[in-house]
């Protein structure tokens, strides 16, 4: 996971989209992760992006780690300072996963969100999302989405059928859809509409799910996910309410 801190190669740097948020682009041909580099460097302003086409030492959460051979993935984080209640602050991982599911779409994929913020077809992951915050008013989203090849029981975008651009039109497209994404989370309505759409596209509801918490296993039927981004269990009649956690969706008879 971790490795000898050693000093990062210089960025190969260019302007974000018009219209965004999104300063300055740092690409990197390898690095040991777009996440860590932004927190960092997280003392910027808000908007630096920054993409690898390899990562040597990708992060998943808790610990695990994020596989891609060079060149065959998505690899992105960026560095977000927004105005929000620290409670809302997951909602940043969030408009990053619907954004990533607008930029499928965009070349052919329609994947679903699995609680909280894995993009997937079917069983089969085609992204993951990671949130790191190196300061209370900063947040470093990272996300992983597979291009053209992904890990035994997972997916890709090409294996999908889609048809991906160049990887540097693929990072503007998905910038330019999360632009409105993160702008919808000021308003009370902006955020609640994001929750509807998100409800829309979240395949974890409806589904027995098995949901693994410190110290406990907790299997139930996922009922709803509320505006805060929590997700309602019905366990044997009793509601349970889950803010963190690894979801597996069991199969339903
Ligand atoms: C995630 O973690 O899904 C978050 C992944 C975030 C990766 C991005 S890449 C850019 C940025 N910089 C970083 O260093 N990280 C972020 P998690 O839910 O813990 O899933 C990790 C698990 O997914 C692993 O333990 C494997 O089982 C599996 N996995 C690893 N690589 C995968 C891949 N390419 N596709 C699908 N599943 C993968």
Known sequence: ???????????????GPPGTRFREVHGFEELDST?????????????????????RAGRGRWGRTW???PGTGL??????????????????????????????????????????????VGDRKLAGILAESPDP?????????????????????????GHPPPPGDLVDGFL????PRLAALGSPEGRHETMTR???????LGRTVSVELPGENVVGRAVDVDDSGRLLLDVDGASRTVTAGDVVHLRDH
């Open 198 to 204: 998100y409800r829309a596209l979240c395949a974890t």
């Open 35 to 55: 996440n860590r580099y932004l927190l960092d460097v997280a003392r910027g302003a808000e908007g630096l992006v920054a993409v690898a086409d390899h990562q």
């Open 67 to 69: 596989e891609a051979p």
């Open 1 to 15: 996971m971790s490795e000898t801190p050693r000093a990062d190669p210089s960025p190969r740097r260019r302007p």
């Open 75 to 120: 690899l992105l984080s960026v560095l977000l300072r927004p105005r929000l209640d620290p409670a809302d602050l997951h909602l940043l991982a969030v408009a990053v996963a619907m954004a990533a599911l607008s930029t499928c779409v965009e070349v052919g994929v329609e994947p679903r969100l699995k609680w909280p913020n894995d993009l997937v």
């Open 137 to 161: 008013s900063a947040l470093v989203v990272g996300l992983g989405l597979n291009v053209s090849w992904s890990p035994p029981g997972a997916t890709s975008l090409v294996a999908e059928g």
């Open 176 to 179: 330019l859809a999360l632009e």
